[in-house]
């Protein structure tokens, strides 16, 4: 009763002051619940990757031939053209972790840390390295090849079975 004989008694200035305050006060509220949504969903949307981690598209087979290595830096793997086929060897020394680099001169990995050698299979012929060079899965889509750069895998002994057929 005492609020409703006061609010009776607001001044015409008065009455507008509070109308602006609730309408900032509103619209302040309103903004905060639009970004906390607008965050919300951005959780839920999907992320474009990238790079090492992601599937990465290589090139067409016929780009590729016999006996080439390519060196794909995004990847962090060589490409291997085999004559029956691919082997991408992801580059990281099984050694030590060194990068290895291809050598064209001589026709095989060479780490500069150890001395390990690698084939263009990545089987280890030299050098301290425990292993072979490990491989990452290939998928051949149509006349593409793509390195899916998150499927990476170890092995005791090169084998035909890590080479994909083309
Ligand atoms: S890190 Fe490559 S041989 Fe040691």
Request: hydrophobic letters at 35%.
């Amino acid at each position: 009763m005492a609020d409703r004989d006061r609010t009776e008694e607001l001044t015409d200035e008065e009455r507008k002051r509070r109308s602006f305050l609730r309408k900032v006060m509103w619209s302040s509220a309103g903004l905060v619940l639009a970004e906390s949504a607008l965050a919300g969903l951005a959780l839920f949307w999907p992320r474009k990757v990238q790079g090492f981690g992601s599937t990465i598209r290589a090139g067409k087979i016929d780009e590729f031939e016999v006996g080439s290595v390519t060196r794909f830096r995004d990847g962090k793997f060589y490409l291997s053209r085999l004559p029956e086929g691919f082997i991408a060897l992801y580059w990281k020394c099984p050694h030590l972790g060194c990068t290895v680099p291809w050598d064209p001169a001589r026709g095989q990995f060479a780490c500069p840390c150890h001395g390990s050698i690698y084939e263009p299979t990545g089987q280890n012929v030299a050098g301290p390295a425990p292993r072979p060079m490990d491989y990452m899965a290939i998928e051949i889509r149509g006349d593409e090849i793509w390195v899916n750069t998150g499927a990476i895998f170890e092995r005791r002994v090169h084998s035909d079975e890590h080479v994909t057929k083309v």
